[in-house]
């Protein structure tokens, strides 16, 4: 089946939206298994803080794979000021 990476990047001010739908995000992902096949929060220059996520996950078609990424409970909040949805070539693993 094939991969496409999603990215979202959090609006300003997201960390307290993103900490109120974490558990329903993790669930979420937790849902899709084995589909997901990496996925985690970007961070800030510093290291600190979310800034936003990205994830790896198998779907049919690139529509579909935008369709279940609307559905992410991030997405339903209105976590993400932008995002995108590519198809994607895992060649490196280790």
């Known amino acids: 089946m094939p991969l496409f990476v999603f990215q979202g990047l959090d609006k300003p001010g997201g960390l307290e939206l993103?900490?109120?739908?974490r558990q329903s995000h993790l669930?979420?992902?937790a849902s899709l298994n084995p589909r997901v096949k990496i996925g985690g929060p970007m961070m800030s220059d510093d290291g600190?803080?979310?800034l936003g996520s990205m994830?790896?996950?198998e779907a049919d078609t690139l529509d579909?794979?935008?369709t279940l990424f609307t559905q992410d409970p991030y997405a339903l909040a209105g976590l993400w000021a932008s995002?995108?949805?590519r198809?994607?070539?895992?060649?490196?693993?280790?």
């Open 48 to 50: 600190a803080s979310p």
């Open 18 to 21: 993103r900490k109120a739908t």
């Open 64 to 66: 579909d794979a935008k």
């Open 87 to 94: 198809p994607y070539n895992w060649l490196i693993r280790q």
């Open 27 to 29: 669930d979420w992902i």
């Open 55 to 57: 994830l790896v996950v």
């Open 83 to 85: 995002t995108s949805v």
